[in-house]
């Protein structure tokens, strides 16, 4: 994150920056530690616990007369170039966000990032940005970020030496029992905190699992005050559903989501606008059946059939009300919950190395799924996911079977080892971060 940030900084096409991410995946600390690293001093505004800086931006829209106003009101040095001027919980001031869009123009001399924990209920759908005239359309630059990946993981747990040999590998062959075993241990850990900053944090400095659990807990209460205050009351009940449904909804062979199973009887109609509020706040991802695997993806996209998943693997582990004690014995951590772990995991380390979220394709009779496809450089790739070493996959075969002039290359993660056989690239769970390079190397 703090390498995206430097990128933005030195651009000498920077605008105003909106920092986007699920609540509490470390935002603010990213920019605060960005600005301690790489300017003379950060001027940080919190409209959430200050909000009579909201007037600064009623009375005015000039980026000089706001800066001004802030400045002797905070007590704050704010220098063009030298500040970083973090507006922190941003979506609680409108105004403020309609004010972007003269920074860019008029002042882009001020290096100005905003972070907010539920920013993506803020912003107007792509369809709705030009009746929306407060919405600075074209003026900022965004950067999204995610809970930290098992690779990040390893640095905060202490293993730097596993990270670098990780990032060392540039050709496929299989990894030596000497760095194999541990990472696969490592993960297990990792399924246990999940990737929130908060929990790998009461790990690798307690190293307490109940301390851990606590923190998990605490974040998904949160959650839920979230949707009880800023979700529209009538919606707030089904957004509730729609969330706690979330381990039911993964729990099943068959993951296509099922308005039903949040509640009896729900129709698509009448809880679709709860299950968006989710997924524009970032806490649940959601993934599109395709018809056929051809460029362009998207025109293949079939929007009534999808799948969800959490924003983290630690926080839905943690719903499932699943004990850490389930990850020392033996492979059973990938075989409790049906392999939905595994697969949210999959999921949430895809997201971010590729331009768009994977989609996936099924068939329904007879019953075949391939659990993600991805695109990188015009080539579909199809990805099978499997929770430890049986690598047994009758749809990635049939996958190729319907579609032989579109495949080439098929990816399967598992717990067997890297290894290319065939078309098939074989690649062990603990390697998922670095997917788009390894595809890269065939």
Known sequence: MLKDLEKWKNSNKRKPLILAGVRQCGKTWALREFGKKFYKNVASFDFYESPEYHQFFQTTKDPGRIIQNLAMASGQIINPQETLVIFDEIQECGEALGTLKYFCDKAPEYHLACAGSLLGLSLPKPADEFKNPSFPVGKVNFIDMYPMSFSEFLIANGDENLKKYLDGIDRIEPIPDAFYNPLHEKLKMYFITGGMPESVGQWAENRDVSAVQ??????????????????????????????????????????????????????????????????????????????????PLMSYRDVSAFKIYAADVGLLRRMSLLSPA????????????????????????????FESIPHYWST?????????????NNKIYPIEVKSDENIESKSLKKFAEFFPNETGLRVRFSMRNLKKDGDVLNIPLFLADYASKLLEMI
């Open 326 to 353: 389930a990850f020392g014995e033996g492979n059973r951590l990938f075989t409790e919950f049906k392999g939905a772990l595994t697969e949210n995991y999959i999921l949430q380390s895809l997201k971010p190395q």
């Open 364 to 376: 329904d009779n007879p019953r075949y799924e391939v659990d993600f496809i991805v695109e990188q």
């Open 214 to 295: 606590g923190v998990l807990s605490e974040i998904l209460r949160a959650y839920e005050r979230d949707f009880a205050k800023h979700a529209p009351v009538v919606d707030y009940p089904k957004i509730n559903l729609v969330w706690q449904s979330l381990p039911s909804q993964l729990s099943r062979e068959n993951k296509k989501f099922i308005y039903n199973i949040a509640k009896t009887g729900a129709r698509a109609r009448e809880y679709e606008d709860a299950l968006q509020w989710l997924a524009d706040a970032n806490l649940v991802y959601k993934t599109f059946r395709i018809t056929a695997p051809r460029l």
